[in-house]
């Protein structure tokens, strides 16, 4: 079974601190995604990397930033978290061939105070 | 631009009563329709990927089924463990990785 696993299942902030969103997922996939969720917004994807050290810019990057050292992990950095980055944050990986079937996380609520 | 539209946004319905949720899109170049099911405070599971009109799958009391400009998700006699949101998601021809998603159908089972 596909594993995608994520370091916290809520997680409260200060605006303006510096905060770091790990992904983990353990089926050897070379793409991976980071969304928020938000009500009424639906999923809306933030960046992906298909593979190490590569990165592109999703539909809403302002704010964020990413980093994928190894093809396992995928971590989303809130450089100076501010109140309206409080939303659910999921990540997914797929495999580049075939279906690019996207696996998710059980997600991470983040409220910035 | 991709656009995917679920309706309706909330379906209720008394157990064992049938019904059908909505997925239409507009894209170029289908490459898969995928659904999920989400329960509240989780992420998206996924249940079935579609790639071609005419494709139908099925998986216990749930079947994806596909046509050229929308998709169905037929629920058969339901039962309160199936209320989630459903959502759907499409991937076009210009694009290996990414998903278009629509922003999903509350669905309600009351026993």
């Known amino acids: 079974d596909v594993k995608v696993t994520q370091s916290s299942r809520y997680l409260v902030k200060r605006t303006g601190e510096k905060v770091f969103l790990e992904c983990v997922q353990d089926?050897?996939?070379?793409?991976m995604f980071w969304y928020r969720q938000d009500p009424g917004l639906g999923l809306r994807l933030i960046y992906f990397?298909?593979?190490?050290?590569?990165?592109e810019k999703g539909d809403i990057p302002e704010g964020y930033s990413v980093s994928r050292e190894k093809k396992e992990r995928f971590s989303l950095i809130l450089e100076s978290a501010s109140t309206n980055q409080t939303s659910m944050y999921l990540c997914?990986?797929?495999?580049?061939?075939?279906?690019?079937?996207?696996?998710f996380g059980p997600g991470t609520r983040l409220t910035v105070l | 631009e991709d656009q995917v539209t679920q309706s309706p946004e909330a379906l209720r319905l008394q157990e064992g009563e049938s019904s059908s949720l909505n997925c239409s899109y507009t894209?170029?170049?289908?490459?898969?329709l995928f659904w999920y099911r989400q329960d509240p405070g989780k992420g998206p599971e996924f249940l079935f990927t579609?790639?071609?009109a005419g494709e139908e799958k099925e998986k216990e009391r749930l079947k994806a089924t596909l046509t050229k400009k929308e998709s169905f998700l037929h629920i058969t006699a339901p039962k309160p463990e199936d209320s989630a949101t459903y959502l759907c998601?499409?991937?076009?021809?210009?694009?290996?990785?990414?998903?278009?998603f629509g922003k999903g159908t509350l669905l309600t089972v009351n026993p």
């Open positions: 997914a990986s797929s495999p580049q061939r075939g279906s690019s079937t996207q696996y």
């Open positions: 089926m050897d996939h070379e793409n």
């Open positions: 990397s298909y593979d190490v050290k590569m990165k």
């Open positions: 894209v170029s170049g289908l490459r898969g």
């Open positions: 579609l790639y071609s």
């Open positions: 998601a499409v991937r076009h021809g210009g694009s290996n990785y990414k998903l278009t």
